[in-house]
């Protein structure tokens, strides 16, 4: 379960966002150099190794659907 360099760049720049923080790839690519799908698919890499669960919640605000993830290591 090695990680990459820019996997483990991601694991800890996700631990460092602030609590109830929105997790939002295209916010989170404001700030770094990888483009949000890149930062998408270097998320499900860590889920896939472990590093990270992912918790799921859906309400309805103002008549559309929103979900929040929340990343939660394990």
């Not at 896939?48 to 394990?74: C, N, Q, S």
């Amino acid at each position: 379960r090695k990680l990459s360099i820019s996997e483990r760049g991601m694991l800890f720049t996700l631990l460092a966002i602030p609590e109830g923080f929105s997790f939002n790839a295209n916010v989170i690519s404001e700030s770094v150099k990888e483009t949000p799908t890149t930062i998408k698919r270097t998320v499900a890499k860590l889920e896939d190794k472990g590093y990270l669960h992912r918790k799921v919640y859906t309400r309805e605000e103002a008549g559309y659907r929103r979900e929040d993830i929340e990343f939660v290591p394990k």
